[in-house]
T-cell receptor
Framework: KQEVTQIPAALSVPEGENLVLNCSFT??????LQWFRQDPGKGLTSLLL?????REQTSGRLNASLDKSSGRSTLYIAASQPGDSATYLC??????????FGPGTRLSVLP | GAVVSQHPSWVICKSGTSVKIECRSL??????MFWYRQFPKQSLMLMAT?????????EQGVEKDKFLINHASLTLSTLTVTSAHPEDSSFYIC????????????FGPGTRLLVL
């Protein structure tokens, strides 16, 4: 059974800092991995999707990497802004299975 | 990207009543939709997979008689929480897969349920 963990559980940084969010999964035979953002009381917004054959994906100030062999993914946020404050969820999908979500990292970027 | 809506966005009800939550794909068809539940400061847990034209598939530990799912059309799935109790209070989110080549899912904004 796939299990997904995220470290840290919460993070508070001053505006402008670069930061890294970590995601680990137990079953490396994944189909893809996706990072989502969730604002308080809201649904999920997809940020980046990495297929199992890919090593990384980039979108603007966001970069996500994937290391299947070690069961890890990182989300790198460059030059953080207060508007980046949200909960970031990592979700892993195995072949023929649905997403398994991590518990999330609550990010606060202080102005 | 595709849009998924949910209605209502929040609901407060008395214990013992039933509550219906709608999930709609606004600009695309979805033969499959997924229902998740999220407790405060916890992650999303898949409850069931809604299939248009057939019975829903429930995850282990989810009572199918309590959480009734109906996928009435290619753009609408409903989740009915029957005889709701305070422990059913949660944030319910639905999602629908995008085009096969997109490999992603589109999530609704969620419905917050509070059972008094």
């Amino acid at each position: 059974k796939q299990e997904v963990t995220q470290i840290p559980a919460a993070l508070s940084v001053p505006e402008g800092e670069n930061l890294v969010l970590n995601c680990s999964f137990t079953d490396s035979a994944i189909y893809n991995l996706q990072w989502f953002r969730q604002d308080p009381g809201k649904g999920l917004t997809s940020l980046l999707l990495i297929q199992s054959s890919q090593r990384e994906q980039t979108s603007g100030r966001l970069n996500a990497s994937l290391d299947k062999s070690s069961g890890r993914s990182t989300l790198y946020i460059a030059a953080s802004q207060p508007g980046d404050s949200a909960t970031y969820l990592c979700a892993v999908r195995n072949y023929g299975q649905n997403f398994v979500f991590g518990p999330g990292t609550r990010l606060s970027v202080l102005p | 990207g595709a849009v998924v809506s949910q209605h209502p966005s929040w609901v407060i009800c008395k214990s013992g009543t039933s509550v219906k939550i709608e999930c709609r794909s606004l600009d695309f068809q979805a033969t499959t939709m997924f229902w998740y539940r999220q407790f405060p400061k916890q992650s999303l847990m898949l409850m069931a997979t809604s299939n248009e034209g057939s019975k829903a598939t429930y995850e282990q530990g989810v009572e199918k008689d309590k959480f009734l799912i109906n996928h009435a059309s290619l753009t609408l799935s409903t989740l009915t929480v029957t005889s709701a109790h305070p422990e059913d209070s949660s944030f319910y989110i639905c999602s629908a897969p995008g085009e096969p080549r997109e490999e992603t899912q589109y999530f609704g904004p969620g419905t917050r349920l509070l059972v008094l």
